[in-house]
């Protein structure tokens, strides 16, 4: 098994906190539904936790598919290029979704500096909102940063970019 660079451990390491909040999702709407359903009772700001626990996941979830090219597609010209066509088709891709995404995480710190100076806080708890804005931001500035990585290597490596596709065995 050849060595695993540092950079492909950064890239992992954004895709299992992406899991990790799927999961954190996950078992918060069952327990809500679970205690709601049987013991008729709530946790309290459940539906602030889960509304705000959605929005991590989905800028985390950016970032887990915009590496790997898993977000969806449509590839009619691209299955009708040749390989280097495919690769040029791939590059001018991922520079207008680094564009994109880059404007959405300086708009989205913008909102995290809003909420945090607006004091926005839970409905139940009273407990600020600006921390989750802030970990749903990091989430949108991981997918800049895999972004421009998958673009570096679309460009100057793209063979790397093939072995991210491939399957992983697991022994």
């Given at each position: 098994m050849p060595p695993v660079s540092l950079m492909d451990r950064f890239i992992d390491t954004i895709e299992w906190l992406a899991a990790a909040f799927v999961g954190i999702v996950a078992v918060d709407i069952f327990v809500s539904v679970l205690l709601r359903y049987f013991f008729?009772?709530?946790?309290?700001?459940?539906?602030?936790?889960?509304?705000?626990?959605?929005?991590i996941l989905i800028f985390w979830g950016i970032a887990a598919t915009s590496y790997r090219g898993t977000h969806i597609t449509v590839d009619l010209v691209w299955s009708a290029a040749g390989p280097r066509g495919k690769r040029w088709i791939d590059v001018f891709a991922?520079?207008?979704?680094?564009?994109?995404?880059?404007?959405?995480?300086?708009?989205?710190?913008?909102?995290?500096?809003?909420?945090?100076?607006?004091?926005?806080?839970?409905?139940d708890l009273r407990i600020p909102t600006w921390p989750f804005a802030l970990v749903a931001w990091l989430g949108d500035v991981s997918a800049v940063l895999l972004i421009a990585i998958r673009t570096w290597r679309l460009i100057f490596?793209?063979?790397?970019?093939?072995?991210?596709?491939?399957?992983?065995?697991v022994e």
């Open positions: 008729a009772v709530s946790i309290p700001d459940s539906y602030d936790f889960g509304k705000l626990l959605l929005g991922t520079l207008v979704l680094l564009f994109v995404v880059t404007v959405q995480t300086i708009m989205l710190f913008d909102k995290v500096r809003l909420t945090m100076q607006e004091n926005v806080l839970t409905y490596r793209p063979d790397s970019i093939q072995e991210a596709h491939t399957p992983r065995a």
